[in-house]
């Protein structure tokens, strides 16, 4: 069975200011650059079964939290003669 290190990320979407350069397909709202109203999950598509690494993302409102589950393997030791 593989072990695994976590490693927790969380961030705040950016606000937006009075002298910002905005493009016409950006839409801010509520003051921020993005905002989910409905909560978002997207995954690297790694598996825990094969000892891959797993990135899992959760954006909901103005935040966004990951989580990277990182394989880690016991280094072999050779044993010399």
Known sequence: MTKYTVTISKCMAA???KNDLI?????????FYWWF???LIKDNGG???RGECVD?????????FGFIFW????PKHKHED
């Open 15 to 17: 606000r937006v200011c």
């Open 56 to 64: 899992v993302s959760i954006m909901w409102l103005c935040f966004s």
């Open 47 to 49: 598996r825990f079964k």
């Open 71 to 74: 394989p880690w393997n016991k």
């Open 37 to 39: 109203w409905m909560p």
């Open 23 to 31: 493009e016409d397909f950006e839409d801010p709202k509520y003051g």
